[in-house]
């Protein structure tokens, strides 16, 4: 007689419960925690998503939530020294973040400027507003609304103490507030005989906060050396920019070479390492008639250097004796009037009580924003710095194709005319202009754009957010560099932006800025003068508009 079996469910049971627990939800919660922080911000949340278990974990685990909401606004944490909980890093974060998308444009404290309007240069960092007037040569910064715990800086100079040589001509002056920097570049001409001997170009770096030299500079003055193939050649500076980032100066110049054989153009681009006068790199290129806005650069952190042309040059400085390029990303088109903007922050500082929490953005994971001009069109590149790091030794033999990095890196913006805009972390504040299809702009709105991974959670309901791809079509401009009959540039680099309903006058706004938990907007006060049976405006003061956020 054969014996009963047993049914196999219950065969089925015992196999299992003699099989060992294994498998990755069996470790210790530290453990698991641990190989998680090494998967993007993305493939955690997909994994949240499909598994009840890991999403209990994630939402029970404060250290976890912190480390993707750093990943997710692109930033990277500075060692707590204060041991501030990690359940009150979190909140800020994510309160920060997300009142962003509540910011007002109506609600503002007012500054006045006794300054000229058409001063060259002004800039807004570490709560300062510099300021360099080309005119009259004169230059200055101050504090704006400061904070009680800030430091401040409270500066002028005037024609007679802005440069060492009182006989010279300023190119262009630099503040660096973080390592309480002033450098000057200035040229100076032989008075014997100025039209027929070469210029000597110097920068002079000394301390923000006094008229002594500055600690950590190597030298007092440093001076270009120019790389001129000829004795006879006189070369010229038509105009130039200085931009600094932390031991990395560098001055970038377009000049006219003057020879027998009639007038050559070329831009030059000096680096030094301003702590050691030993290191140095020159890069020199021969252009069509370069002016100030044909040709811009701007680090991508202490070791990358990044030049915008015809194409995007990517440099390593490792070694500040050779320079060596590591890749080049062909534009869609030919640019005009280039402006590039990338924010280089340092430490950002939040404020908690009692203690103060840490962080810096992340440098591999920033937004490079290119303004500039085809035709008559205005056009504005937004492009994540992923680019320029993700990069392999075949990328320093060929020039990368638009399409093979472009659309899906990058959102490009067309308008009729030219705004203003500003970039700080993954963030984008601009303001564009608004007209009718026959009519020049009278006003501007504004924007604020939020690209970080993480901004469609925490906007919480507030602002659009932005996936589908947007395409431009690009009337051709008839040279020998474009032989498109049509040309259209698509992108889709995804985001979430907030229109502000205040609008602004054209004539009025003159520059825009995003730093740490502010927005700036620089007005013009005008006022009508009468003359007879008219009047006409003219230039009274200038107002500083600060937005807390």
Not at 169 to 175: A, I, K, S
Not at 277 to 291: D, N, T
Not at 326 to 345: S, T, V
Not at 463 to 478: L, N, Q
């Amino acid at each position: 007689m054969l014996e009963p079996r047993c049914p196999p469910c219950h065969v089925g049971r015992v196999g299992y419960e003699m099989k060992p627990k294994t498998g990755f939800l069996s470790l210790a919660e530290e453990l698991m925690f641990h190989i998680l922080r090494y998967l993007s911000y993305r493939d955690i949340l997909r994994c949240t998503s499909v598994c009840k278990a890991l999403r209990q974990a994630y939402m029970s685990s404060s250290e976890l939530q912190y480390t993707i909401e750093l990943i997710g606004q692109r930033l990277i944490p500075v060692p707590n020294t204060n041991y501030t909980p990690i359940g009150n890093r979190l909140k800020t974060l994510k309160d920060r973040s997300h009142a962003w998308f509540k910011f007002d444009m109506y609600s503002f404290e007012t500054i006045t400027l006794e300054e000229k309007s058409y001063a060259k240069k002004h800039l807004v960092t570490h709560g300062h507003l510099s300021s360099w007037d080309e005119p009259d040569d004169l230059a200055a910064i101050i504090p704006i609304l400061p904070k009680p715990s800030q430091r401040t800086i409270e500066r002028y100079w005037s024609l007679e103490t802005l440069r060492s040589e009182p006989d010279s001509v300023t190119l262009d002056v630099l503040m660096d507030l973080a390592q309480n920097l002033i450098a000057v570049a200035y040229c100076v001409t032989p008075e014997d005989n100025p039209l027929e001997s070469d210029e000597v170009v110097c920068i002079d770096l000394r301390a923000l906060d006094g008229d002594g030299d500055h600690p950590q500079a190597a030298e007092r003055t440093l001076t270009l050396v120019e790389m001129s193939e000829s004795e006879s050649d006189l070369i010229k500076t038509t105009c130039a920019k200085l931009k600094c980032c932390g031991r990395h100066i560098a001055l970038l110049r377009s000049l006219v070479i003057t020879n027998n054989d009639g007038k050559n153009y070329e831009w030059n681009l000096q680096i030094w390492d301003w702590q050691d006068s030993l290191g140095r790199i020159v890069i020199s290129r021969i252009a069509p008639r370069p002016s100030e806005n044909h040709i811009d650069f701007c680090f991508l952190g202490n070791d990358r250097l990044l030049i915008v042309a015809d194409d995007l040059e990517v440099f390593l400085m490792e070694d500040l004796e050779m320079s060596r390029r590591m890749a080049r990303f062909k534009l869609p088109l030919p640019l005009q009037c280039i402006q590039c903007h990338f924010p280089m922050n340092d430490i950002e500082q939040m404020q908690t009580q009692p203690q103060t929490v840490r962080y810096t953005p992340d440098p591999k994971h920033q937004l490079l924003c290119l303004a500039a001009s085809y035709g008559t069109a205005s056009l504005v590149f937004i492009i994540s710095t992923r680019i320029f790091f993700d990069l392999d030794e075949v990328a320093e033999t060929i020039t990368i194709p638009w399409i093979q990095w472009g659309p899906s890196n990058t959102r490009v913006f067309r308008y009729p005319y030219r705004g203003k805009v500003h970039v700080s972390g993954n963030r984008v504040l601009q303001a564009f202009a608004i007209s009718g299809p026959d009519t020049r702009p009278g006003e501007y709105g504004v924007r604020l754009m939020d690209f970080s991974p993480i901004a469609g959670t925490n906007r919480q309901g507030l602002g659009r957010v932005v996936k589908e791809s947007s395409t431009i079509e690009m009337s051709p401009v008839m040279d020998d560099t474009v032989k498109e009959e049509n040309l259209t540039i698509t992108t889709s680099l995804p985001y979430v932006e907030v229109v502000s309903k205040r609008k602004f006058c054209v004539r009025e706004l003159l520059d825009i800025w995003l730093d740490k938990d502010r927005i700036y907007l620089l007005n013009a006060n005008w006022k009508h003068v009468a003359a007879g049976s008219t009047s006409y405006p003219t230039w009274e003061s200038n107002r500083l508009e600060v937005i807390d956020v």
